[in-house]
């Protein structure tokens, strides 16, 4: 091999053993509800002490955590996640009850020359949680054993889980609650963005997080922000030490290696914000986030349209069109003379507005009658846009329209006969030939 090829072939070498590799998944948005709602976190750890001073290493294969909500709250939904270091355990209980992901995640580092797994999971378990009810959670057989030796030479063996719980009552403010999830982690520095919010009121807003691998004792640049502003919670939260085995909730100091907090985050967004960026900064601790809860008042209408039936004459280009306006998954009302207009072929061919004000999870039905322009030909796309200038603010502004394809009636061509020959017979009868 000549020599600057095996040069070039030590430096490759070199570069894949010291690099920073990551494996991961970005946190994206993962549901959204719009309505009178709120969350909580109920969740526990695995690992009997903070594993950066354990003498020798150990991780739990059970745990348990209580859920106590407030009389008039109402379970919408429950998720419930479980992490750990190495390449995944996908069979474990939860009250004895036998869980499968849904959807699973991974992050994988080469911490200088060593390569580490680290996974999480995620199942849909509402129809468990609302049967449960208030009481006792428990988790089992979540066994990361196999993989404790190799990560207890970095101090990342751990594991954990929790239950993100979306609840309602009708009580509370009209609040547009987001969920984010994936695997992003430090050290250094990882920057998120939350998209998809719609701040009308920034008051009471708040945000959770569940992170995993936090140290206690280790804080050096340390920080968690919003928009720039760092968020603390002291003295549960300092600002220097974000992820620091704690949880909000419970007020917990021994939730070790994970993290289940919320912070106020009312000073640090601005109305008419749709985006925020959370950044996360350590100059040596392993963090890594799993899932990010957002809670804003939010009252907003949410307009869509659909075209429900067409009606057709022959040889005509008269049409009747029923279409239905829907404020539905909204927080808001939406108003009266909303404008819808109708389309042929991107040709304007009428404009409508709301009769009356649509309720939440309201719709109005309107039947219409159009005539065709003579440059629109058969078959063609009929569309339907309701807020077509986006004049009333709503949570989402990229459902506004439906379509259709309208292929007109028209008689069939009936082609003249020939002319034919008669051999008279007189008395006004005679032979006509129809063999050609």
């Not at 919320?262 to 963090?287: E, K, M």
């Not at 569309?383 to 292929?407: C, F, Q, R």
């Amino acid at each position: 091999m000549p020599l600057n090829r095996k040069l070039r072939c030590l430096i490759y070498f070199i570069s894949v053993l010291f690099s920073p590799m990551v494996i991961a998944q970005d946190i994206s948005l993962y549901n959204q509800f719009n309505g009178r709602y709120d969350f909580t976190f109920i969740g526990n750890t695995l690992n009997p002490e903070e594993n950066s001073f354990q003498l020798a290493p150990s991780v739990y294969t059970s745990s348990s955590a209580i859920l106590n909500l407030a009389s008039g709250n109402t379970i919408e939904k429950a998720y419930l996640y479980w992490a750990g270091s190495g390449l995944g355990d996908f069979d474990i209980k939860l009250n004895n009850i036998p869980i499968r992901p849904d959807r699973t995640f991974s992050y994988q580092r080469n911490a200088t020359g060593i390569i580490l797994d680290y996974f999480s999971a995620f199942k849909d378990i509402t129809d468990l949680v609302q049967q449960i009810g208030n009481g006792q959670y428990t988790i089992s057989d979540l066994d990361v054993s196999p993989y404790i030796a190799q990560h207890f030479i970095r101090r990342t063996n751990f594991a954990g889980w929790a239950i993100i719980i979306v609840y309602k009552n009708e009580t509370l403010p009209l609040n547009q609650l987001n969920i984010y999830d994936g695997m992003q982690a430090v050290p250094d520095v990882v920057n998120i963005t939350l998209s998809s919010l719609n701040v009308i009121d920034n008051q009471n807003a708040k945000i959770g997080f569940l992170a995993w691998e936090g140290d206690k004792d280790i804080l050096i640049n340390e920080t968690l922000r919003i928009n720039g502003n760092i968020l603390s919670n002291p003295p549960l939260n300092p600002a220097n030490n974000a992820f620091n085995g704690t949880n909000s909730i419970t007020g917990s100091t021994t939730l070790y290696n994970m993290d289940l907090d919320v912070y106020d985050i009312q000073n640090n967004i601005a109305i008419g914000d749709t985006s925020a960026t959370i950044q996360l900064t350590s100059g040596q601790d392993f963090v890594m986030i799993n899932a990010i809860v957002t809670k804003l008042n939010s009252q907003l209408p949410d307009a869509s349209v659909s075209i429900d039936n067409i009606g057709l004459s022959c040889n005509s280009k008269t049409v009747s069109i029923d279409f239905t306006v829907y404020n539905r998954e909204s927080t808001n009302p939406l108003p009266q003379g909303t404008r819808i207009n109708l389309y042929a072929n991107e040709a304007l061919i009428g404009t409508y507005q709301t009769l009356t004000t649509i309720p939440i999870d309201g719709s109005e039905t309107r039947s219409v009658t159009v005539v065709l322009p003579e440059a629109i030909v058969s078959p063609f796309t009929l569309k339907a846009v309701v807020d077509p200038d986006n004049t009333v603010a709503e949570i989402h502004e990229d459902n506004n329209e439906a379509s259709t394809t309208v292929t007109l009636i028209t008689s069939p061509q009936v082609n003249p006969l020939p002319s034919l020959k008669v051999c008279n017979k007189g008395y006004g009868s005679g032979y006509y030939d129809f063999s050609g």
